[in-house]
């Protein structure tokens, strides 16, 4: 016999009963989010003012942000209808956040006008709730800064307090900087620095991301985006050292990595670019005074200067990629004076793919060293495919101890050069597959074959 089933509610005179109704549904919901919540913000909780508890709930039911331990901007003003300057409601949400040490601010779907400068201090996680399609920041194009992030004091802490923004929009129009990370004042920070499903819309020569004396900088699946052909720049990078950019969208820009190096600084060293898709630029990576660069497995698209470019950089792989060329270089590797000394090179360019647009242009891989005494050294261009170069396939200037091997070049035209040195006798070439000549006196020279021509 069947245990007799349990009345779902008791008389009208005692307290409900309802183990399966949505009561007992909202308290598990309940106890599931405050559990979550409590993980996520490490027991922290924010103690809203008098005025703020007065406030009405926010759109969640009976649960406001206040129950969730996150400061939301609406709470503070913020109307997100677009044309009402919501940076004071903005700049009160981050500063209570830091006050209070609650350190996740959330931004509700909406459009945002900043008129001002907004300041954010480490720790912070700005997060927008819509995603980029609808939690979007408008930055006012006279502003030189959008937002200003950066650790609370210059006190050297290890591991650095996070400064992370997820899943927000940025619009602006002007030429300074949308994000800015600037640790200028301290030695050597190793921050928690995390950018991640952002969208950036650029509507002139501004930037979107900058990054002065940065350790460990992520930026992940991101979309930058430029309104005007060859302005822009995605991200900006100054004395920041091992930085990561994987899986990001770049599209109708200037540049798209930007790296400098750091003042009174020989080189800037770490940073590593992997599977990222970069289309309509003039140069795609550029970095002038890098080290330990490793780039892998991007599709680097359309440069019409070139699609990567490195200046007195050294101890790098560039391999697997995509390179698209629309009347530039493929890779560009120069010295430079003064700051060139022996140690430019040691560069692995290997397993790409070279495909050229236009019949014309410099050549599809370019090593110039400034002069005889500052040379670009020790570089391995091996197993790559070329197609449809211009005037030159390979051209080295200035460039000693290179070996140029299994790669297979095909012109655009004839009358093209496949491979040329002006360095006598430094260099190594073999094993290529080439239509072109081989024009390179003095140096080791073996097994270079002409291409086939497909049968009529």
């Not at 106890?31 to 703020?52: E, M, R």
């Not at 210059?154 to 900087?177: H, K, R, V």
């Not at 002139?204 to 992940?220: D, E, F, H, Y």
Request: aromatic share 8%; with cysteine; hydrophobic share 40%.
């Amino acid at each position: 016999m069947s245990a007799p089933r349990m009345p779902e509610r008791a008389p009208s005179s005692g307290t409900a009963i309802d183990p399966t109704g949505d009561q007992a549904r909202w308290s598990r919901r309940a106890a599931l989010a405050g559990i979550g919540t409590a993980a996520l913000l490490g027991g922290v909780s924010w103690t809203a003012t008098a005025a703020q508890a007065a406030e009405p709930a926010t759109g969640h039911g009976d649960v406001t942000s206040k129950d969730l331990n996150v400061v939301n901007v609406r709470d503070f003003g913020a109307t997100g209808n677009g044309s009402t300057d919501d940076s004071r409601a903005f700049q009160n949400a981050f500063d209570a956040a830091a006050s209070s040490g609650v350190v996740v601010v959330v931004v509700p779907p909406g459009t945002y006008a900043i008129a001002s400068t907004l300041a954010a201090k480490a720790p912070i996680r700005i997060v927008g709730l819509g995603g980029w399609s609808s939690s979007e920041l408008v930055i006012d194009a006279s502003l030189s800064v959008g937002i200003s992030l950066q650790q609370a004091s210059t006190a050297e802490i290890y591991p650095g307090p996070a400064m992370q923004l997820i899943d927000l929009s940025f619009s602006y129009s002007g030429t300074g900087n949308i994000l800015a990370f600037d640790e200028s004042a301290l030695r050597s920070p190793f921050q928690d620095t995390l950018v991640s499903g952002c969208r950036f819309l650029l509507g002139a020569n501004g930037t979107a991301i900058s990054s002065v004396n940065q350790r460990s900088l992520m930026v992940t699946e991101c979309q930058f985006l430029g309104k005007q052909s060859g302005q822009g720049t995605a991200i900006r990078l100054n004395d920041s050292d091992n930085t990561t950019i994987q899986q990001n969208v770049f599209y109708h820009l200037g540049y798209c990595v930007y790296g400098v190096r750091g003042q009174n600084r020989t080189f800037d060293a770490g940073i590593i670019m992997m599977t990222n898709s970069m289309s309509s630029f003039t140069e795609g990576v550029y970095l002038d005074g890098w080290e330990t660069v490793q780039a892998i497995g991007n599709m680097i698209d359309g440069g019409t200067t070139s699609c990567v470019h490195l200046i007195d950089g050294y101890h790098s792989i560039i391999a697997n990629n995509y390179l698209g060329i629309s009347g530039g270089n493929g890779l560009l590797m120069e010295t430079s004076s003064p700051f060139g000394t022996k140690f430019e090179g040691q560069v692995q360019f290997t397993g790409n793919y070279l495909n050229h647009y236009l019949a014309t242009g410099p050549a599809s891989i370019q090593l110039s060293g400034v002069n005889a005494q500052r040379p670009i050294d020790q570089v391995n261009i091996v197993d790559n495919i070329v197609n449809g170069y211009g005037q030159y396939g390979v051209q080295l200037t200035n460039a000693q101890n290179v070996r140029v091997a299994g790669n297979t070049l095909r012109a655009s035209a004839s009358g093209s050069v496949s491979i040329s040195d002006t360095t006598p006798g430094k260099n190594y070439i073999y094993d290529n597959i080439v239509d072109g000549p081989v024009q390179a006196e003095g140096d080791v020279q073996r097994d270079n074959w002409s291409l086939v021509p497909f049968p009529a």
